[in-house]
């Protein structure tokens, strides 16, 4: 009974940290995995912990983070060709979890054997399917080398939150990534306006000037200063339309 409660206590412990985790909250991909890792083998005392990310139209799998002997390992090169391993795959796809108490006699890990169990010394494996809007984009793995072990109900709760967080961090990263592309094409949009010899300019509907380029205020003999301030709804400006009649407030540009 007290060993269940250190092992409840270690794995809620890991998981507030995650919990309050900035990397997370801000999207860095990179750093989160890593962090996740890390807490994946401190919340369960596994021997490591592997984050599998599908690529190439989910063909392949990419381990793309590793807590290994007490630090984060290169896995840049680590991949899987799913075609390789059906059973595993299958059973990973269809199950919430694959709790495996001993890799080298259970017939979902047979494939996976000489290639992946072996050479690393693992004996036992908890995975869980990471999914993103109703589909498997990765898994994680908690693995650990030299014995059997049978995986208690607290540790695979703990896998199976894991793998949660770890669809957060992904939907954060993606977030984060679109944040940037929009930054840079905003950067890049008014570097191109900037560089215009006409004279460009972006009103609100309420008249204020959004945005406008040094050849604007210069075409209308105007300072910079006074068009942040100013609206083209104050008294003493004249629009008209293309054709020179007058232009209703109604119909200017915002």
Not at 46 to 61: G, K, P, Q, Y
Not at 179 to 184: S, T, W
Request: aromatic fraction near 6%; include cysteine.
């Amino acid at each position: 009974l007290r060993d269940g409660a250190e092992r409840l206590r270690r794995a809620n412990a890991a998981l507030l940290e995650l919990a309050r985790s900035e990397r997370i909250a801000q999207g860095d991909l990179v750093a989160s995995l890593n962090e996740i890792a890390t807490a994946a083998v401190q919340g369960t005392g596994v021997d490591r912990a592997s984050i599998w990310m599908f690529e190439e139209n989910d063909t392949r799998l990419r381990c793309v983070s590793r807590f290994d002997k007490g630090a984060i390992a290169d896995t840049s090169q680590h991949t899987i060709r799913v075609a390789d391993y059906p059973t595993y795959f299958e059973a990973i796809t269809r199950d919430r979890l694959v709790s495996i108490a001993d890799v080298l006699s259970d017939p979902r890990t047979a494939e996976l054997r000489r290639d992946y169990f072996q050479p690393a010394a693992i004996t036992a494996t908890l995975d869980a399917g990471v999914r993103l809007h109703g589909r498997l984009v990765g898994i994680i793995c908690l693995e650990d080398r030299a014995h059997r072990r049978s995986w208690k109900s607290e540790e695979e709760l703990f896998v199976g939150s894991i793998a949660d967080i770890i669809a957060l961090a992904v939907q954060a990263g993606e977030r984060r990534c679109i944040e940037d592309a929009l930054r840079q094409s905003e950067e890049a949009y008014r570097s191109v306006v900037a560089a215009l010899a006409e004279g460009v300019m972006v009103i609100h509907r309420d008249g204020s000037f959004a945005t406008f380029n040094d050849s604007a205020a210069d075409i209308l003999g105007l300072t910079a200063d006074y068009l942040r301030s100013h609206r083209l709804t104050d008294p003493g400006w004249d629009c008209v339309a293309a054709d020179g009649s007058p232009l209703p407030p109604g119909d200017y540009p915002g």
